[in-house]
């Protein structure tokens, strides 16, 4: 018979190593396949990461350094084609929600394009970014509206956001005249209250 602990033939050593990487090379496949699966169902977004000082140390900022490296990597090329073109895009729903204070009915239009996203109606919805456009944005021509998103030429959505702030501003304005008045107003009906107790224990 064979000895205890004897090596297994040569043709069953062969036999098991093929075995094994085959197992290696199926098991390598079906987790790259899930990972390719995995990337496509995402929004995959590139990151670039930047060494901001050469000692590695926290809170240390090299300004030059870090301009070099975003400078190589094509990064502030990048950034500048960017703004020739439409660097700023932003959905349909989103663009409305944001700046439809800007219009004169904001409240119709708002309900009209959350209406509309809500019924999956891409060219209600379509509608109601034009009317807002046609309302807040003096030049039309510096934005094109596409068929999900709405894109801005460079320091357009600036613009936008300063017209924003003012209209907050104007209408925390407002609200704070408001709650002024009514304060005064209960403080003076309080006093009136007040001074009408003491007249009556005076009379008395």
């Not at 109606?121 to 009317?131: I, M």
């Not at 807002?132 to 068929?147: I, K, M, N, T």
């Amino acid at each position: 018979g064979t000895a205890a602990g004897a090596a297994p033939p040569a043709g069953k050593r062969k036999g098991k190593a093929r075995a094994d990487l085959h197992t290696v090379s199926t098991q390598f496949i079906t987790q790259l396949a899930s990972l390719m699966r995995t990337i496509n169902s995402t929004d995959v977004q590139y990151v670039r990461c930047i060494k901001p000082n050469a000692e590695s140390k926290p809170a240390v900022f090299d300004r030059a350094r870090v301009a070099h490296q975003l400078r190589c990597a094509g990064v502030l090329e990048a950034i500048r084609i960017a703004r020739l073109a439409y660097p700023n895009r932003m959905p349909h729903l989103s663009f409305v929600e944001r700046y439809a204070l800007l219009a004169p009915r904001e409240e119709s239009l708002l309900g009209d394009a959350r209406k509309a996203a809500a019924q999956a109606d891409k060219a209600a919805l379509r509608a109601q970014v034009e009317r807002l456009v046609a309302a807040a944005v003096d030049e039309p021509s510096r934005l094109q509206v596409g068929l999900s998103k709405v894109f801005f030429r460079a320091n357009l959505l600036e613009h936008l956001d300063g017209a924003r702030a003012k209209a907050l501003g104007a209408k925390a304005v407002v609200v704070q005249a408001a709650a002024r008045c009514w304060l005064a107003r209960r403080r003076f009906v309080d006093l009136r209250r007040a001074a009408g107790r003491a007249q009556a224990a005076w009379r008395r």
